[in-house]
């Protein structure tokens, strides 16, 4: 029994490896670029904690600052901030 291989056949052959080939780059780049959004997604979710520490400290100080007197852009910029935290909460809670 005699196998011979064609010109046909190499060609069949190496057109099925660079299909694979081509499937697994693709899937690779797939998995790799979830991956990358889901890390990003924990860095979001971090910063945002970070965020409204942040806030909750600045309020803190405009009502200290208030609260000695200060008034103008104190008693402006405390206003501003109520209003962010009040719209961002009710924001999160509609989903």
């Known amino acids: 029994m005699a196998?011979?291989?064609s010109v046909d056949t190499i060609i069949r052959a190496a057109s099925l490896v660079t299909a694979l080939?081509?499937?697994?780059g693709v899937s690779f780049a797939v998995v790799k670029f979830i991956l990358r959004q889901k890390k990003q997604d924990r860095?979001?979710?971090?910063m945002r904690g970070e965020?409204?520490?942040?806030?909750?400290?600045i309020l803190a100080c405009l009502k200290g600052l208030k609260e000695q007197g200060c008034n103008g852009p104190v008693t402006a910029a405390l206003d501003k901030l109520e209003k962010h935290l009040n719209q961002a909460a009710h924001a999160q809670e509609e989903p």
Request: proline share 0%; hydrophobic share 55%; net charge negative.
């Open 43 to 46: 860095e979001l979710a971090a």
């Open 21 to 24: 080939t081509v499937l697994g």
């Open 51 to 57: 965020m409204t520490l942040l806030c909750y400290g």
């Open 3 to 5: 196998i011979t291989i």
